[in-house]
């Protein structure tokens, strides 16, 4: 009885093995997979430090923003002086280039960017002066966005 014993553990034992060496492999395709999904959806590069480029517009993004501003004339001599990558041609966005920025978040089509695009930031359109306001999440379960004008807010610099 005790021999067969021993030959139930080892069965059991082998069992476990193959089981454990299975899961391995399946979790291990599983990442692999979703790694390479993530990389091929993605928009979203750094070409240099402090930039994120979306390679379908061409549009480059100041990745980090900046200090708070309460006017439009204080954000635009922040871009005006703004330097980053040796570019110096920085303009404040559109509000529908900031949608799209926080849509391809949204989406995680960001790939390896790494920034914060939650937050109150200027914008200036070309028909419009200058305004600050953000894209917040609807109150809806899906990925639905809706302007909401501040009082101040950061510049997140852009440029082509």
């Not at 692999?32 to 480029?53: D, F, L, N, V």
């Not at 917040?136 to 852009?158: M, S």
Request: net charge negative.
């Amino acid at each position: 009885m005790n021999g067969e014993s021993g030959k139930g553990r080892v069965s059991w034992c082998f069992m476990g093995i193959l089981i454990a060496g299975f899961l391995t492999t399946v979790l291990a395709a599983c990442s692999t997979t979703a790694q390479q999904g993530e990389a091929s959806g993605a928009r979203m590069i750094s070409p240099t430090a402090g930039i994120c480029k979306d390679v379908e517009t061409g549009l480059m993004w100041q990745s980090a923003p900046s200090k708070a501003f309460t006017s439009l004339a204080d954000a635009e001599a922040y871009v005006a002086k703004l330097n980053i990558g040796g570019y110096d041609d920085w303009r404040l966005p559109s509000v529908t280039e900031l949608y799209g920025l926080y849509m391809t978040f949204d989406l995680h089509e960001n790939g390896g960017c790494k920034m914060n695009v939650e937050g109150t930031y200027w914008s200036d359109e070309e028909d419009l002066e200058g305004r600050v306001g953000t894209w917040e999440l609807d109150d809806n379960c899906d990925p639905e966005r809706r302007y909401i004008p501040k009082q101040r807010g950061k510049v997140r610099a852009v440029r082509k």
